[in-house]
């Protein structure tokens, strides 16, 4: 005794020299998606856009209360943003290997619950930022 698969739900033929798919259950052609590709977003982050160092910079509104916005940045701005990020990371794992030892300090997120401490600090970066907004000729 031999098992074979079941018959497919759909089927391709041509029809009028074009390819067509059918959905055999219920004879008609199957329906497209109704969902439209979405465009591509520019990337977050820091891209490198030249090889002496220059680079552009894409914010988040998370963090930056004009964002998004594309900043171009020098060598030694690019090299700033990328130190922040490392010290941010580095920030990151220390709290978490310290709040191993002191649950207590899972606490401390909380902070970040009241709008008013987000607001100061979104604040905070979005000036800091903006010394590296230049705007564009042209």
């Known amino acids: 005794m031999t098992s074979q698969p079941p018959p ?21 052609p199957a329906a497209r998606s109704p969902t439209a590709p979405e465009p591509p977003s520019a990337p977050s982050g820091l891209t490198r856009t030249a090889f002496d160092g ?4 894409v914010t988040h509104p998370l963090y930056d ?8 940045l020098s060598g030694e701005e690019a090299r700033l943003i990328d130190g922040v990020r490392v010290v941010a990371i ?6 978490v290997a310290l709040a191993l030892f002191f649950p207590w300090l899972l606490l401390a997120p909380l ?9 100061g600090l979104r604040a905070a970066v979005t000036r800091w930022l903006d010394r590296y907004d230049t705007p564009s000729a042209g």
């Open 8 to 28: 497919p739900r759909y089927r391709v033929v041509e029809q009028g020299r074009r390819l067509v798919v059918i959905d055999t259950v219920t004879g008609a």
């Open 54 to 57: 220059r680079a552009t910079l």
């Open 65 to 72: 209360a004009k964002g998004p916005r594309t900043l171009t």
């Open 90 to 95: 580095g920030g990151a794992m220390m709290f």
């Open 111 to 119: 902070a970040f619950t009241d709008r008013r401490v987000r607001r």
